[in-house]
């Protein structure tokens, strides 16, 4: 586990990247979240609910982020 972002930062990634957000029954199911660092796409963080892992919502939100990063003309996408 890491650290637990502030609203701050999920205001900051919202604004100078992207934010997705996958629902299950009416609650958050995941969450990526990436931006541009250095020329090129940084995902900061990607989390699953626990219960819903299993189920493809992991593997969504890195398609998802990959996509976006391809649409900006990113050519790689990093992670920590």
């Known amino acids: 586990d890491g650290p637990?972002?502030?609203?701050?930062e999920h205001c900051r990634a919202i604004a100078d990247g992207v934010t997705f957000?996958?629902?299950s029954g009416g609650a958050v199911?995941?969450?990526a979240m990436a931006e541009p660092l250095?020329?090129?796409a940084h995902l900061i963080e990607i989390d699953?609910?626990?219960n819903q892992q299993g189920h493809g919502i992991g593997r969504l939100l890195i398609?998802?982020?990959?996509?976006?990063?391809?649409d900006?003309?990113?050519r790689a996408l990093t992670l920590t």
């Open 48 to 50: 699953v609910d626990p």
């Open 4 to 8: 637990v972002r502030d609203a701050d």
């Open 63 to 70: 398609a998802a982020v990959e996509s976006w990063a391809l």
């Open 29 to 31: 199911a995941g969450f």
């Open 21 to 23: 957000v996958v629902e």
């Open 38 to 40: 250095d020329g090129e």
């Open 72 to 74: 900006q003309g990113f």
